[in-house]
């Protein structure tokens, strides 16, 4: 096949996706009202765009391609506004969250597109299963040998990025003990992980030749990957982050992703291999335990509590931030870091009402703002 063409994208530019749950407005539970939604909604989105995901209860917003943070942010709020107006009019709510708290993958309805049916032929249950809600943030990207730098620079700081977005305690009806369970479910596809490491464009598409030549992919969209290149719109896609209860919180971390990616372009620390033998242990760790997580540097065989390489790394790159106007997002996240992320607010609202309806309707009202 031919080998794949790299998009050049300014460089910092981001974007956000957003899955979001719909729920009826009696129980709480997931609607299968995602058709009749986009259909109403779509003409007045203000910019981005509305689309289906892989089953009827969820929608997904796509951000239109921005350089500051505040104009993301206006535009998330914009769009929540849209949605939530109309989905009040269908008696639907809509709330964050990486899972529902007590939905049954079984009751599920795969949304009727050609790449939707054939995940679902090609992976059985998993698909329903799949009914979990994430956000990704593309950080453009000037060339295609800065994306492969930028997507294994940014393996170290997978664990933060769970931290900050978990919001994914209980699932199928129980507190599962993490702080984000979603990622659980992403384990089960074949070709999530990581990606290979490679040191250069001309290396990975080799790996892709190869993968694509065997018949296990057919596209980039087969990987699951926590991170990946997204060589069509130019960028690297953060893919591990539970969808946050608000679209403020949503904005703010794609604020540290942008300034994050602007500190490792300017310093270049060096990549290590010796990150593969550490990633699953503190991905599990931000995972199960969130900010109280340990993270274990492969460089100098030390561990430390994740909290605090968080809070050095948002004090390093705070310059970076100032300079692209995203201040506000990284002192937001500061506090989150001191108060607690969203899987402990959902925690506190289930220990205070006792029931994980009240939990949804909670959240959806959190979530309309």
């Known amino acids: 096949m031919p080998a794949l063409d790299f998009t050049s994208s ?9 899955e979001l749950q719909l729920v009826n407005t009696r129980d709480f539970n997931l609607a299968p009202d995602a058709d009749d939604l986009l259909r109403r909604a779509t ?6 765009e509305l689309k289906p995901e892989i089953t009827q209860s969820m929608v997904e917003i796509n951000t239109s391609v921005h350089r500051h943070y505040a104009e993301l942010l206006a535009e998330l709020r914009a769009t929540r506004n849209v949605l939530a107006a109309h989905a009040r009019k269908m008696n639907v709510a809509i709330a964050g969250g990486g899972t529902h708290p007590f939905q049954k ?12 049916l054939s995940v679902s032929e090609k992976y059985g249950f998993l698909a329903k299963q799949f009914t979990v809600f994430g956000q990704h ?40 003990a993490f702080d984000s369970s979603r990622l659980s479910v992403v384990n089960a596809f074949p070709l999530s992980g990581t990606m290979p490491f490679v040191r250069n464009w001309a290396e ?22 926590d991170i990946r290149p997204k060589p069509e719109y130019g960028t690297v896609e953060i893919r591990v982050c539970d969808t946050p209860l608000t679209v403020d919180r949503a904005a703010q971390i794609a604020g540290f992703a942008q300034a994050l990616a602007s500190w490792l372009w300017e310093v270049r620390p060096e990549i290590s291999p010796d990150i593969y033998l550490v990633h699953s242990y503190n991905r599990f760790h931000a995972c199960r335990h969130g900010f109280a997580g340990t993270l274990v540097d492969p460089v100098t065989g ?29 002192s937001a996240l500061h506090t989150t ?12 609202q289930f220990a205070s009402t006792g029931t994980l309806t009240d939990v949804v309707r909670k959240q959806a009202a959190l979530w309309a703002g």
């Open 10 to 18: 300014d460089a910092l530019t981001f974007g956000v996706e957003l």
């Open 43 to 48: 003409r007045d989105a203000p910019q981005g």
């Open 105 to 116: 993958w079984s009751e599920r309805k795969i949304y009727p597109t050609e790449r939707f």
């Open 137 to 176: 943030v593309h950080i453009g990207c000037p060339n295609a040998d800065d994306a492969i730098y930028l997507n294994l620079a940014l393996i170290r700081y997978v664990p933060h990025f769970i931290a900050l977005a978990a919001s994914s305690p209980f699932y199928q009806g129980v507190d599962t």
């Open 204 to 225: 990975f598409n080799r790996y892709y030749d190869r993968m694509f030549d065997l018949g296990i992919v057919a596209s980039m969209k087969d990987f699951y990957w």
């Open 302 to 330: 030390g561990s430390r509590p994740l909290a605090d390489d968080l809070r050095e790394t948002l004090d390093r790159i705070a310059p970076h931030a100032a300079a692209l106007g995203s201040q506000d997002a990284l």
């Open 337 to 348: 870091l001191s108060q607690g992320n969203d899987a402990a607010w959902l925690r506190t």
